[in-house]
Structures are given as structure tokens and as C-alpha cells.
């Protein structure tokens, strides 16, 4: 019995070093180590792995994007230019990018724009259909929040909103 309580304790221990690991700005992805203009389309894929969509992008380039919903709080647009090299990284939850998002918008550009979303809720009656993106609002993670966009019926831009993540208050 005190073998197995050692064991939880240790594994307790093992994943709150982890989360701050995760919290200090640990780079599993070795973006400091990309540089626009320098680094090619195999040095970002090396990095990152494939992309969960590729998108067009303007002049002949591409942009990848690399989502890290439900869990992370990060997704990343890395836009490849004709010549093969990385022409841009940008993280795109952020309260910058939100201010894009206007009513009238169409579903599919807030997708390009903001990547897949955490979660999509459907709201039959309403005829309202959410897209919720978690994006840390600080350097902490009790600064995690939630931005929400709220669709209609014609999958155009309604609102938008920012919230607590709720899930802060759920003990995670």
C-alpha cells in the first residue's frame, strides 16, 4: 500500500512538472529555431509534422495550418511562398486576430483565419451553430479563456465573445 501511495505521489509530481514544463515556454516544436525567409517547407514540416489543413494563400503561397485544440492553447498559420521557404509563422489565437472576425463573415474565413476550433456546438432551435477556441489571454494558464463565434443559419458571422475557460473552474 505505502509502494503504490509512493507511486501516485510520484506520478502527481511527474505531471505537474509537465504542465509547468509546458507553462515556461517549453518549444517542443523548436519554433525559435525557424526563421522567416531562411527556413524551407521541410524544415517546417520537420518541426511540426503535416498540417491539419493547407489553404491557399496570396501570390502562389501556401499556409499551414497547425492546430492545437482541444487541450493547447496555441494555433499556428505558417504561410510557405512559392520559392519553398517560410515566409511567415503566426499564432493566431490571440485577442488581434479575434478583432478580424465581423458579423457577415463566412464560416470557411474564420476557419482560415483562426484554424479548427476546440469545439463546434449546434444549436438547432436557435438555428445558431458556436465555434469555441481556447487562447491564453496571459502568461499563465489561469489566463485561459475562450473566444466564441456564433454562426447563423447562412454560416455567417453573428457575434463574437471571449469568456472564462470554464474548464479553470472545473479543475481540469
Known amino acids: 500500500m505505502l509502494k503504490q501511495a509512493k507511486g501516485r ?93 465581423q458579423p457577415g463573415m463566412a464560416m470557411e474565413d474564420v476557419r482560415r483565419r483562426l484554424g479548427k476550433p476546440m469545439k463546434i456546438t449546434t444549436y438547432d432551435l436557435k438555428r445558431e451553430t458556436h465555434y469555441d477556441w481556447r487562447y491564453l489571454d496571459g502568461p499563465n494558464e489561469s489566463d485561459s479563456k475562450v473566444f466564441t463565434v456564433v454562426f447563423d443559419a447562412d454560416l455567417r458571422v453573428v457575434s463574437t465573445m471571449s469568456v472564462r475557460d470554464p474548464d479553470l473552474d472545473r479543475g481540469r
Open 9 to 101: 505521489a510520484w506520478c502527481r509530481w511527474a505531471v505537474v512538472l509537465l504542465v509547468v514544463g509546458g507553462l515556461a515556454g517549453c518549444d517542443p516544436q523548436n519554433i525559435s529555431e525557424l526563421e522567416e525567409g531562411v527556413s524551407t517547407e521541410a524544415d517546417v514540416r520537420e518541426r511540426f509534422g503535416p498540417p491539419e489543413a493547407v489553404w491557399d494563400g496570396p501570390d502562389g503561397a501556401q499556409v499551414y495550418e497547425y492546430n492545437r485544440q482541444p487541450a493547447g492553447h496555441r494555433n499556428y498559420m505558417i504561410t510557405i511562398g512559392p520559392d519553398g521557404k517560410m515566409a511567415a509563422l503566426q499564432q493566431v489565437l490571440a485577442p488581434h486576430h479575434f478583432a478580424q472576425i
